[in-house]
């Protein structure tokens, strides 16, 4: 049973946003689903197309950035938008798929373009509770 959730964070120009789970790669994943949703309503993206990620760096909060880039990376160069992440995590590397289909205006009626993820409130911790966190603020 997951117990992830996602949320956007308020932040002057820009957005924050924040993945919560049980596990660090939920967590990840919560995070994506969170930046997705800052373009367009998830519900709006059918999952039928796969993409195969893989990431490495030496810290969990530098790890978050460079997933978060590298989906914005593969939004812009396959012209898709994702809203389904599975995501393996051992030690600091990171795997994923990303499941989405290809942008359609019409459809998907994206509200901004992400440039990329900050250094701007990053964190990835495990909390008390045992619940992972892992935020940051995205640039648009």
């Keep these: 049973?997951?117990?992830?959730r996602w949320e956007h964070l308020e932040h002057g120009a820009d957005i924050?946003?924040?993945?919560?789970?049980?596990?660090?790669?939920?967590?990840?994943?919560?995070?994506a689903l969170a930046m997705s949703g800052v373009v367009?309503?998830?519900d709006n993206i059918n999952p039928v197309d796969t993409v195969a990620?893989?990431?490495?760096?030496?810290?969990?909060?530098?790890?978050?950035?460079?997933?978060?880039n590298e989906i914005v990376y593969q939004m812009a160069?396959?012209?898709?938008?994702f809203s389904r992440f599975e995501v393996e995590i051992c030690g600091h590397q990171l795997r994923?798929?990303?499941?989405?289909?290809?942008?359609?205006?019409?459809?998907h009626?994206?509200?901004v373009?992400?440039?990329?993820?900050?250094?701007?409130?990053l964190e990835v911790r495990q909390a008390a509770n045992g619940e992972w966190i892992a935020q940051c603020v995205i640039d648009v």
């Design 1 to 4: 049973m997951t117990t992830g």
């Design 16 to 31: 924050g946003i924040r993945g919560c789970g049980s596990s660090l790669p939920e967590a990840f994943a919560q995070a």
């Design 40 to 42: 367009t309503d998830l």
């Design 53 to 68: 990620v893989e990431c490495e760096a030496p810290e969990f909060d530098l790890l978050l950035i460079d997933w978060l």
């Design 77 to 81: 160069t396959r012209n898709m938008l």
């Design 96 to 107: 994923a798929r990303l499941y989405g289909e290809a942008t359609n205006p019409d459809k």
């Design 109 to 111: 009626q994206p509200a």
């Design 113 to 121: 373009e992400i440039k990329g993820a900050t250094f701007t409130e």
